[in-house]
């Protein structure tokens, strides 16, 4: 009898220990299999957001049959899901790249834009659109050397100076500083391959105030053009300068007992330079 029942209370351990560890073998199925269909949710929910975010592009305000040219009545920004959305749809940053372009097949209201539905992709932005509304655009001759040997480019700064020429030299005045130029001869994109090798004119953005300093100068004088490079923005000190200062002779440094006096130097004349010693009367000759 006493045999028995320890055989009894041994498989009875047995069933408990294979009840809890059933159990648990359970509950951490469970548990793993729910955190499974929980990101698998999630995964699928992030999925159908991004296929049906939507993306703000350029469709079809109206219906626009084939060949009307589009303006802006015909134009219009719309959020469209992602799944709807060709490749090529066009963002709102190209809209008015549109305006003037040729429709080369009908176009449904509310479709999305892509080049592939245009005769013309694009028109000729005009330079007015280029400039500020405190901006002017303004073009000016050039030759051979204010164009830098032809070497003038489209997004170059210079620096522009005003010369004239009187009966006692010429003087040559700092006009303005930094100018961007807006195009050279009839080429007006920045990196654009097909620049003219020769130009006569060259267009530069200046500010409304700056604009008839500019006319004058080229009504009055010469306008000379330097060319800067991109990374130099440094002010250069305003200073007029005279032909007058390349006859003066280079001044060399004297004795600390000797003081340079300059006599005479009107117009184009050279100075006559005496020098007398420190302490010395002032009608006696240099020591």
Do not use: C
Request: net charge neutral.
């Amino acid at each position: 009898m006493h045999e028995g029942s320890s055989k009894w209370r041994r498989w009875l351990r047995v069933d408990i220990a294979l009840t809890i560890v059933a159990v648990v073998a359970g509950t951490g199925g469970a548990l793993l299999a729910s955190r499974y269909l929980e990101q698998r949710a999630a995964d699928a929910e992030a999925e159908v957001a991004r296929r049906f975010t939507g993306r703000e592009v350029v469709v079809a305000a109206t219906d626009v049959p084939r060949g009307s040219v589009l303006g802006k009545a015909q134009l219009a920004l719309r959020s469209v899901p992602q799944t709807f959305l060709p490749a090529d749809a066009l963002p709102p940053s190209r809209a008015g790249m549109l305006l003037g372009a040729t429709t080369a097949i009908d176009v449904a209201r509310g479709t999305p834009i892509v080049p592939a539905m245009l005769a013309s992709v694009t028109r000729a932005p005009r330079l007015s659109e280029a400039l500020a509304p405190d901006e002017r655009a303004l073009t000016v001759a050039v030759d051979e050397l204010n164009s830098q040997a032809g070497g003038l480019r489209t997004g170059d700064r210079v620096d522009l100076y005003y010369g004239r020429r009187t009966g006692s030299g010429s003087s040559l005045v700092p006009l303005l500083q930094q100018v961007e130029i807006l195009g050279v001869g009839d080429s007006f994109h920045a990196g654009d391959d097909s620049h003219p090798r020769s130009f006569a004119t060259v267009t530069l953005r200046v500010a409304v105030k700056d604009a008839p300093r500019v006319l004058l100068a080229q009504q009055s004088g010469e306008l000379s053009m330097l060319l800067r490079n991109p990374a130099d923005t440094a002010e250069q000190p305003v200073a007029i300068h005279r032909s007058s200062e390349l006859l003066r002779a280079p001044v060399t440094q004297r004795a600390s007992g000797q003081i340079e006096l300059l006599i005479g130097g009107e117009g184009e004349q050279v100075p006559v330079r005496r020098y007398i010693s420190v302490g010395a009367s002032r009608g006696g000759e240099p020591s």
